[in-house]
Nanobody, 116 residues
Framework: VQLVQSGAELRNPGASVKVSCKAS????????IDWVRQAPGQGLEWMGR????????KYAEKFQGRVTFTADTSTRTAYVELSSLRSEDTAVYHCARTTGSGDDYWGQGTQVTVSS
């Protein structure tokens, strides 16, 4: 099982960013994908999850209206898009495969830096 994420991104405040997570080694539609971020000096923060089988999503309340999860089953890739970026969104963003008892495989992380 592998989850390979896209490279680091630098954005200005107010812009949007889209991070990808390409899955391999398992049946993509059988597991949810969680998105989690970690800001400098902070703990892990769960952003939400997507069911690649039907595109169903659940967003953490904090990100409602500003984040969008999508999944392309033809390329086995999940995406997170975050809009109206602010400096507090500077973090490492991770995707993770979710089982009934937690996240068992993680992407390598994508650094997103928001700075003018």
């Amino acid at each position: 099982v592998q989850l390979v994420q896209s490279g680091a991104e630098l954005r200005n405040p107010g812009a949007s960013v889209k991070v990808s997570c390409k899955a391999s080694g398992y049946t993509f539609t059988r597991y949810y994908i969680d998105w989690v971020r970690q800001a400098p000096g902070q703990g892990l923060e769960w952003m939400g999850r997507i069911d690649p089988e039907d595109g169903g999503t659940k967003y953490a309340e904090k990100f409602q209206g500003r984040v969008t999860f999508t999944a392309d089953t033809s390329t086995r890739t999940a995406y997170v898009e975050l809009s109206s970026l602010r400096s507090e969104d500077t973090a490492v963003y991770h995707c993770a495969r979710t089982t009934g008892s937690g996240d068992d495989y993680w992407g390598q992380g994508t650094q997103v830096t928001v700075s003018s």
